[in-house]
């Protein structure tokens, strides 16, 4: 079945700085590629999504990058602020009505 | 739009009893809801997905005699578990799929935090 590696599982970053996160999947049917945001005790908050047929996608300080022939995508944050600080899960998905595999996650601390 | 409610958000109970959590799209009609569990500092895991009108279908490990899910209707998902013990203790969390959407956006419910003494 398909699996999601997520990598680093704790990033530390200074206010400002950038803070990049990375996954991998295995199931080259995927499509469609999450990024959740989650806050102790919170359900998750979607941030940004991309699907198969775009490479990068950007939304103010966040943006994905997806590489399919590698089978990885990315996480760029910018400008770092410290309620950036939360759990980062990626996920991937096979489309519609397909489940969504989860990354292990990413502990993000903006150290002001 | 796109709100998902679960409920109750928080429950405490005895080993041995069965607890009903429900998760509800309040807003939009969704032909598949999912099932998760998450331990503290680990990741959400799929226990099921549920489609409206058929039986579920579980993750391999999950027991669906434990973790009864019934999908009644294209607005609510029930996950009851049966016997309780505290092992099932967890963090629980629902999501929905909206019907008349390519994506699969999923939207997630504020989830349950079940405590078995």
């Known amino acids: 079945g398909e699996n999601v590696e997520q990598h680093p599982s704790t990033l530390s970053v200074q206010e400002g700085d950038s803070a990049v996160i990375k996954c991998t999947y295995s199931d080259s049917a995927s499509n469609y590629f999450p990024w959740y945001k989650q806050e102790l005790g919170k359900r998750p908050q979607l941030i940004i999504d991309i699907r198969s047929n775009v490479g990068e996608k950007k939304d103010q300080r966040i943006a994905v990058t997806l590489n399919k022939t590698a089978k990885h995508f990315s996480l760029h944050i910018t400008e770092t602020q410290p309620e950036d600080s939360a759990v980062y899960f990626c996920?991937?998905?096979?489309?519609?009505?397909?489940?969504?595999?989860f990354g292990a996650g990413t502990i993000l601390r903006v150290k002001s | 739009g796109a709100v998902v409610s679960q409920h109750p958000s928080r429950v405490i109970c005895k080993s041995g009893t069965s607890v009903k959590i429900e998760c509800r799209s309040l807003d939009f009609q969704a032909t598949t809801m999912f099932w998760y569990r998450q331990f503290p500092k680990k990741s959400l895991m799929l226990m099921a997905t549920?489609?409206?009108?058929?039986?579920?279908?579980?993750e391999q490990g999950v027991e669906k005699d434990k973790f009864l899910i019934n999908h009644a209707s294209l607005t609510l998902s029930t996950l009851t578990v049966t016997s309780a013990h505290p092992e099932d203790s967890s963090f629980y969390i629902c999501s929905a799929a909206r019907v008349g959407t390519v994506d699969n956006e999923q939207f997630f419910g504020p989830g349950t935090r079940l405590t078995v003494l």
């Open positions: 549920s489609n409206e009108g058929s039986k579920a279908t579980y």
């Open positions: 996920a991937a998905s096979r489309g519609y009505g397909n489940k969504l595999v």
